[in-house]
């Protein structure tokens, strides 16, 4: 599975009956590539969320179909039996406020995911303090999250969403609440972990500053999307 | 795997610790409605106890002599004594009244006791400082809850006594401390009218001519010697000798001296059943009602607690946590607050019993119900939380 990426073809979402009825995403299709970033950009109301909740699996399409490697999420009609695993075990998730359980410190939060799915707590928080030492966090294991900064926060944020190793990560806003210079660490934190771990990363953003960091971008608008090459400007 | 709720525990410890501070005073108050109950069933069991019989004796049809009055000649225990199994019989008067000493007075309740020794029925059992009543007038032995000391004088009616020996646990159904005194002493106090009342009673009998014949001399002073004596005790106190029944003793004696005749356990089941069931109704109505306050205070706080944690409930969904995960996270901390609040209400209940001026008995079997009592509403009062968790959509934890 790993290495195949994430692939959508004419998914469609519409939200209640009749002359109520809203159709939210109007056939979409993108596909994102192991190790690759791709930016999602649009304006309020265009159906970034709608499109970020279908791919994360919290909300089920009207029709489309929907790939993850060579698993098949959803086909229309069908879909899989087990979301809520299907989340845990091959979906990433870095959130606009990083989200942290504040009850846990550091490679608890990290480690939770591992744990949840079956592992071993010492495997588990193995696994987190490797990951918190490839984002430069380590030094932070044992700290609570409201002791940390912004910018600590999120990294941690983005290590507990590779943990489990997932094929694919949905990031939504990960770089609204920081500056130029921490936005754009993030960003490249998030490229090289597409590269090192062969992830495909959906970046939702409004951000100006990170947009051109991408090589490649999906605009958007009115439900539909379309694909642009992007500048790839960080990482060169 | 990470207990999850007792990380949450520990991370907001003051908020649980403080919660269940206030919720243990609650159960504090409910273990000790219950050792208030407990208290006076043991209260009416010591009565039994001390009083040193096997067998009541009582005027007929009554239920006497601790919840209905009972009035019997002072002579009946003589024949009382010959019947068949019966060891030993004593009359004895109770009374409740205020005993005053100094300028204080205290609720007591004054038994009248033939004088002799312990063993003898209706006297008090044990002594922890002073002897027992040897003298027929004016010496008393009373329980140290009345507050008297040994030496004192203390005044019952118009005639002082004085405190020859103290005991203790020795109290009525209603829990009033004992004043133990002279039969005759207390057959005199229980009917003793005033000098005004007592004057003119003579008038009225010197005033009616059947008693006051002038070829009569002495009937009338007769007849007011006779109104100026209490031949009257409230009960016959009866031993068994070794190897009677009690019940086979009593038979004969409510069939030939026609009289009532109780058992222990027909005393038992007088007091408790008859005497404090009213009371007994009314502690068991406080215990549902702070049960039901308890159970609407944990339900409140758990889902206080969980309502504040909506953004994180969310985000554990999201990232596949199980919901049973997600509601045992939810019982544990509802179990947890329980378990504080029971420790802290069992200590709190221990160290407040002794002060309460009537005897509360904290029984160990009450706390462990009352601990499991806890245990099944804090569960019940968490499945709020759980049902308003378990609502929580995923999607909460993306924008949008």
Redesign the interface.
Known sequence: MLGKGIRIEGLRKRYGKGDTAVDALKGVDMQVAPGEAVGLIGPSGSG???L??CL?A??EPTAGRMTLGEEVIYDNAWKMPDL??????KIG?V??AP?L????DVT?NV???P???GRS?AESRNRAMGLLEALDVAHRAKA?PSQLSGGEQQRVSIA?ALVNRPPVILA??PTAPLDSERALAVIRILNQMALQYETAIIVVTHDEKIIPTFKRIYHIRDGKTQEEAGEGRAFE | MISLAGRDILHSWGKFVFTGVGLGLLIGVTLTMAGVYRGMVDDAKVLLDNSGADLWVVQQDTLGPYAEPSSLYDDIYRGILGMPGVDRAANVTYLTMQVRQGERDVRAMVVGVVPGGPGEPGQPGYLIAGRQITRGHYEAVVDIATGFKLGERIQIRRNHYAVVGLTRRMVSSGGDPMVFIPLKDAQEAQFLKDNDAIARQRRRTAGNPAFNRPGTPGLLDAVIASQSINPYVNAVLVQVKPGFIPEEVAEPIRRWKRLQVYTRVQMEEILIGKLIATAAKQIGMFLVILAIVSAAIVAFIIYTLTLGKIREIAVLKLIGTRNSTIAGMILKQALGLGMIGFVVGKIAATFWAPIFPKYVLLEPGDALLGFAGVLVICALASVLAIRAALKVDPAEAIGG
């Open positions: 970034k969320s709608t970020l909740k994360g919290v909300i809520r695993a299907l989340r845990r075990d998730f959130f606009q989200y359980i504040p009850f846990l608890d480690a939770l995911l744990m949840l799915a707590n609570m507990r939504d806003e």
